[in-house]
């Protein structure tokens, strides 16, 4: 369930490589900036909905796979955003292996794992986590390497990039589809008795509902800036 949304991160973060690598030896940081930013948003409108939806429907959709044991079904409730985590470091990694640094990535995972043995012996002794230690541990691994993959990136590439303008707008969708996946769930789960029935139908009320929503806050947009040129 995890690894479908970071296969799409991995496969973007491959095709960037050789029109970043073209752009950076040309000089041309606009278009490598423009190409980042690019990459990065097709990235986030996957990844967040799909973080969200783990969220929210992890264990039903669990459940609904494995009748017979579903347990574990909460871990989704912090370990599936580490989903957009992972595919923000696969892109960060193809640009970085586009502008022949591929040592970095290698040298951040060393860090990462460095420090997320240290937080799982703490997890476990101290605060007595558990299994419960796993996602968080996934966590803060994969956010680290993505805060330190793409800092080298955007420094590398020498151009400033604003990733809360990027990822304001599928986090505000992707809260209001699991907003309304909870409650289609819930309702249906109550009238009908059936978690198949309840998960089915809340997914694809999520996949509706974020289409819908993505979709307007792009005419928005595009109506706003129009305004500009009249």
């Not at 991995?10 to 030896?25: C, K, N, T, Y």
């Not at 993959?149 to 955007?154: K, T």
């Given at each position: 369930l995890i690894n479908l949304p970071i296969s799409i991160g991995?496969?973007?973060?491959?095709?960037?490589?050789?029109?970043?690598?073209?752009?950076?030896?040309m000089g041309r940081y606009d278009e490598l900036k423009e190409r980042i930013c690019s990459v990065v948003k097709t990235v986030l409108i996957v990844a967040v909905p799909c973080a969200f939806g783990l969220s929210v429907l992890g264990k039903p959709v669990l459940r609904m796979l494995f009748p017979s044991s579903y347990l574990g079904g909460e871990l989704f409730w912090v370990g599936s955003f580490a989903v957009v985590f992972y595919c923000i470091n696969h892109v960060a990694t193809g640009i970085l292996q586009g502008l022949n640094h591929p040592q970095l990535p290698m040298r951040h995972a060393f860090i990462g794992v460095a420090v997320s043995c240290m937080l799982n012996v703490f997890f476990i002794s101290v605060l007595d986590l558990n299994i419960y230690s796993l996602p968080l541990n996934t966590l803060v691994f994969s956010g680290l390497l993505m805060?330190?993959?793409?800092?080298?990136?955007?420094?590398?590439?020498?151009?400033?990039?604003?990733?809360w303008n990027m990822a304001r707008i599928p986090m505000l969708c992707g809260t209001i589809m699991a907003c309304i996946c909870l409650l289609v769930y819930l309702l249906l789960f109550a009238l009908l008795r059936s978690n198949l029935c309840a998960t089915v139908c809340s997914v694809l009320s999520g996949v509706l509902a974020y289409f819908v929503l993505i979709l307007y806050t792009l005419f928005v947009q595009t109506l706003s800036l129009g305004h500009l040129f009249l």
């Open positions: 991995d496969s973007l973060g491959a095709a960037a490589v050789p029109s970043v690598a073209a752009s950076q030896a805060v330190l993959n793409m800092r080298s990136a955007v420094k590398l590439c020498k151009v400033k990039v604003n990733f």
